[in-house]
């Protein structure tokens, strides 16, 4: 069995980033949680206050001789606003930055070095804005968090702003989706 690697990546409301990295080829988990903060234990009411530092982040378990890391990256800046400081569209706050938050070395590397090449490439309007740090702890979402879109894609939110980000995903990521 090969060994799984782990990628921890916020990007605005964690229910759009773990919708879409569930449906990548070599992605065996994905789970919503909350990263990059300061009090232990955080709760969704504490990270919403924008009072803990934390920002809304998912776990991402991968095959890397499935789906390198950086290719993991690259679907991560394009399924949100990496331009954006503390804020994705209405989602406004710490809570929703972009960030990377890498567990090796290599990890930190990887993100500068994609992040740097997207900038180069001038693809966005205005420069990324990304923080890339190392992990110090992740915390697991309540239970109700976790696979919420799939569970719920007729609540309000998941129709307006997660199903046009999985669709809008699943156009451009064709050739990586799990087939059934």
Request: proline letters at 6%; charged letters at 20%.
């Amino acid at each position: 069995m090969a060994e799984h690697e782990t990628a921890t990546l916020a990007g605005g409301c964690f229910w759009c980033l773990e919708a879409v990295f569930e449906q990548l080829q070599g992605v065996s988990r994905v789970e919503s949680g909350y990263a990059g903060g300061s009090v232990p234990n955080p709760t969704y009411e504490q990270v919403c206050s924008g009072r803990t530092g934390h920002a809304e982040a998912v776990q991402v378990t991968f095959d890397p001789q499935v789906i390198a890391f950086e290719d993991l990256l690259r679907v991560f800046f394009t399924i949100h606003d990496p331009t954006t400081l503390n804020a994705q569209g209405a989602d406004v706050g710490t809570q929703y930055r972009s960030a990377v938050f890498t567990h090796t070395p290599e990890q930190l590397a990887s993100a500068t070095a994609v992040k740097s090449e997207l900038d180069s490439a001038n693809i966005y309007d205005a420069p990324i804005v990304t923080e890339i740090s190392p992990l110090r702890t992740f915390y697991r979402g309540e239970d109700y968090h976790q696979e919420f879109f799939r569970r719920n894609p007729s609540q309000p939110y998941c129709a307006a702003v997660v199903a046009p980000k999985v669709a809008k995903f699943r156009r451009q990521w064709l050739a990586k989706l799990k087939t059934k």
